[in-house]
């Protein structure tokens, strides 16, 4: 039989409640925002994370206050972006990159055109990302899609149809 003398037992006062303890935690924690512009494996110093893919967006919880830096790459060392982030507590960090090239596209076309909806004279100097982007030549013109992987000079190219054809000729072919 228990000893009815015995006294209770006594809750040790300088351990913080479980509450408090999981507040205390999350106060020396924030988050990084990562964004990126294609697919990567994304590490955190140094530590792997996830390979990143459509929309290219990940959010890294749970990460100590402090410096870090954030990295992505694609297979090759050398094709990779790099971004030193500072995380407060409870607060979000963004880090934001492009691993895709930004490509020089010269227009010599014989109407001004829209790119994504931008509009460019002849004679123009755009930049543009690595990729696919929307064309319109002229008012009304039809809508082209082309694959932009070089720098380039956005030209028009006689068809049968008589309609507008653009192409981006690699830079030094015309």
């Not at 982030?85 to 055109?113: E, M, N």
């Not at 004279?121 to 002229?138: C, D, K, M």
């Amino acid at each position: 039989a228990p000893d009815a003398a015995a006294p209770p037992p006594v809750a040790d006062a300088a351990a913080p409640p479980p509450d408090a303890l999981a507040v205390a935690v999350a106060a020396a924690e924030g988050r990084i925002a990562v964004s990126l512009d294609t697919w990567c494996d994304l590490s955190l110093d140094g530590a792997p994370i996830a390979r990143l893919t459509a929309p290219y967006k990940k959010l890294l919880d749970h990460v100590s206050v402090g410096p870090h830096v954030v990295r992505c790459a694609q297979g090759d060392p050398s094709h990779a972006w790099t971004q030193s982030v500072d995380v407060s507590a409870g607060a979000t960090a963004p880090a934001t990159g492009r691993l895709l090239a930004t490509l020089v596209v010269t227009i010599k076309t014989r109407q001004d055109v829209q790119i994504d909806g931008v509009a460019a004279a002849p004679g123009t100097i755009v930049r543009l990302a690595h990729g696919n982007h929307r064309f319109v030549e002229g008012a009304g013109g039809a809508i082209q899609r082309l694959d932009i992987a070089t720098d380039c000079t956005l030209i028009d190219q006689d068809n049968d149809t008589g309609a507008p054809l653009l192409a981006c000729a690699a830079a030094g072919a015309r």
